[in-house]
Nanobody, 129 residues
Framework: QLQFVESGGGLVQPGGSLRLSCVAT????????IAWFRQAPGKEPEGVSC????????NYRESVKGRFTISRDNEKKTLYLQMSSLKPEDTAVYYC??????????????????????WGQGTQVTVSS
């Protein structure tokens, strides 16, 4: 059973922008660390960005720093990934994820299935001219 509904993916030209959204269906985001992962065809999933439960700590994989921004709106039960200056190598299925944690700085980008409990269904992002 999916706990998030994702939207915002699509086809965009290199240099373009997209904003992914992920709405929680059964719970609020208070106390949850959140993250975005992606998986390209034939490749392992990789962490893109995460934010701890307080919203003060964020991590980004090196290749997206300065181009992607993670954010959250706990009242709307929604997390976002704003992507700019998109490159063909950003093409992948993007997944949102969350896990409740008592640790305020918990924000891992590795071991996706071991670190995060709730997942979206994935949304395709294709960057191509």
């Amino acid at each position: 059973q999916l706990q998030f509904v994702e939207s915002g993916g699509g086809l965009v030209q290199p240099g373009g922008s997209l904003r992914l959204s992920c709405v929680a269906t059964d719970f609020t985001l208070d106390g949850y660390a959140i993250a975005w992962f992606r998986q390209a065809p034939g490749k392992e999933p990789e962490g893109v960005s995460c934010m701890d439960s307080s919203g003060r700590i964020t991590n980004y994989r090196e290749s997206v720093k300065g181009r992607f921004t993670i954010s959250r709106d706990n009242e709307k039960k929604t997390l976002y990934l704003q992507m700019s200056s998109l490159k063909p190598e950003d093409t992948a299925v993007y997944y949102c994820a969350a896990v409740w944690t008592p640790y305020p700085h918990f924000c891992p980008l590795d071991d996706p299935k071991g670190s995060y409990r709730y997942w979206g269904q994935g949304t395709q992002v294709t960057v191509s001219s």
